[in-house]
C-alpha cells in the first residue's frame, strides 16, 4: 500500500510548490514485482482512502481515459506469467484540464467548481493484490 500526492508528480516551475490546479499534468508509477513467485500472478490495483478529488481530473493509462479512480482500478489488472519479466511498471498519467465545457454556462459552472477544487488536497492511498495461479488452471 502507498499513498499518493499528486502534487509530487508534476513540474513545479509552474505553479506553487506542494499544490495542483487546473492546468497541471503529471503521472505516477506502480511497480508490481512478483520475483518470489514460482507460478504466474494475478493482480490487480484498488484505491483507497480517496481524500478531495477534483471533479474534472482525468486519469490515463495505455491510451485510456477516465475521470473516477473506480473506473481506473477495472483498467490496471492483469497476468504476470511466469516466463514474463516479472517486475511490470505501470504508469498512470493524469490531466485536469484548464478549461473544461462546451457552452459558456458549462465553462463558468466548471471555472467555480475548480476554484473549490483547488483549495484541497486531493490524496489517495494504493492497494495492489496479487495472487498465485494455480497453474493446473492457468488460461
Do not use: C, H
Not at 511490470?88 to 465553462?107: A, C, Q, S, V
Amino acid at each position: 500500500m502507498a499513498n499518493i500526492k499528486l502534487s509530487n508528480t508534476y513540474d513545479e516551475e509552474k505553479i506553487l510548490k506542494n499544490t495542483i490546479a487546473p492546468g497541471t499534468a503529471g503521472s505516477f508509477d506502480i511497480t508490481i514485482d512478483s520475483t518470489g513467485a514460482d507460478v504466474a500472478i494475478d493482480y490487480k490495483v484498488e484505491f483507497d482512502n480517496l481524500v478531495n478529488k477534483p471533479t474534472n481530473i482525468k486519469f490515463t493509462y495505455e491510451g485510456k481515459t477516465v475521470s473516477t479512480l473506480e473506473d481506473l482500478e477495472d483498467i490496471l489488472k492483469g497476468r504476470i506469467n511466469l516466463d514474463d519479466d516479472r517486475t511490470k511498471m505501470l504508469t498512470i498519467n493524469w490531466e485536469w484540464p484548464y478549461t473544461t465545457g462546451t457552452t459558456e454556462d458549462e465553462i463558468a459552472a466548471n471555472d467555480r467548481i475548480d476554484t473549490l477544487d483547488a483549495a484541497k488536497t486531493f490524496t489517495f492511498d494504493i492497494k495492489v493484490t496479487g495472487t498465485q495461479v494455480n497453474p493446473n488452471y492457468e488460461k
